[in-house]
């Protein structure tokens, strides 16, 4: 089991930036698919970016966001970051870092980490 702990979320204003941080333990490969999910509703999360961190590797985005957000991941500290520029209110919300060993990247974009793990959340809050 993966435990993951995030940091990095909070207020900032429109046009500002923010880095979330998730640090994972315990991870025993190091093939991977690692992401940051938004909350959208009651029980729905969205993928906002995601990393393979396989051979070849592969970087997701939701369309709201290329150009602004970029993630990445460090392999030494099994850690990922999303870096987010230019915020709008709307990309306020509940974000969720989530990890899969083992995983099919395809599955972890659409279903998330269906036999991983997610991390307990982190607040944006964007101020118009």
């Known amino acids: 089991h993966v435990d993951l702990a995030e940091s990095g979320g909070g207020p900032v204003q429109a046009g500002g930036s923010l880095r979330l941080t998730c640090v994972a333990s315990?991870?025993?490969?190091?093939?991977?698919?690692m992401g940051w999910f938004r909350q959208i509703s009651e029980n729905g999360r969205e993928v906002v970016a995601a990393?393979?961190?396989?051979?070849?590797?592969?970087?997701y985005y939701h369309d709201s966001v290329k150009g602004r957000f970029t993630i990445s991941h460090d392999h030494a500290k099994d850690t990922v970051y999303l870096q987010m520029n230019s915020l709008k209110p709307e990309d306020g919300g509940m974000y969720y870092c989530?990890?899969?060993?083992?995983?099919?990247?395809?599955?972890?974009?659409?279903?998330?980490?269906?036999?991983?793990?997610w991390g307990q959340g982190t607040q944006v809050t964007v101020g118009s």
């Open positions: 989530a990890a899969e060993e083992h995983c099919v990247f395809s599955h972890f974009l659409s279903e998330g980490p269906a036999l991983g793990s």
């Open positions: 990393i393979f961190t396989g051979d070849g590797g592969s970087t």
């Open positions: 315990d991870m025993r490969v190091s093939s991977n698919c």
